[in-house]
């Protein structure tokens, strides 16, 4: 029910948009968020978006070079990623969850009741 696209390969200090398109859910009512896990490493927070939009929440390490946001007429949410670090590579996995907006929730992976598949981010020279 969660499908996340847009993975890849790029240099230190490029860009990668990552979407996340849903389906079978009333997405609207679902907070969604973005976790990360590098081999050997803890699944990590990485961002999150409140049901309503209107909170957005991210990791120290991404603030200021990543941007969450939505697009409930596409059901789909995206994680935009500037000034990718070596240290930005892994599995990148989107999640959701039914009306949660506070930020003590939305950055605790077991919060989520539906998960994608993962895609892989892979920042080299």
């Known amino acids: 029910q969660l499908q996340a696209s847009g993975g890849g390969s790029v240099q230190p200090g490029g860009s990668l948009r990552l979407s996340c398109a849903a389906s079978?859910?009333?997405?609207?009512?679902?907070?969604l968020g973005w976790f990360r896990q590098a081999p050997g490493k803890e699944r990590e927070f990485v961002a999150a978006v409140s049901w309503r939009g209107g909170w957005s929440y991210y990791a120290d390490s991404v603030k200021g070079r990543f941007t969450i946001s939505r697009d409930n007429a596409k059901n789909t949410v995206y994680l935009q990623m500037n000034s990718l670090k070596s240290e930005d590579t892994a599995a990148y996995y989107c999640?959701?969850?039914?009306?949660?907006?506070?930020?003590?929730?939305?950055?605790?992976?077991?919060?989520?009741?539906?998960w994608g598949q993962g895609t892989q981010v892979t920042v080299s020279s």
């Open positions: 079978g859910l009333t997405f609207s009512s679902y907070a």
């Open positions: 999640a959701g969850v039914r009306g949660v907006s506070s930020y003590t929730a939305l950055v605790s992976s077991p919060t989520y009741d539906y």
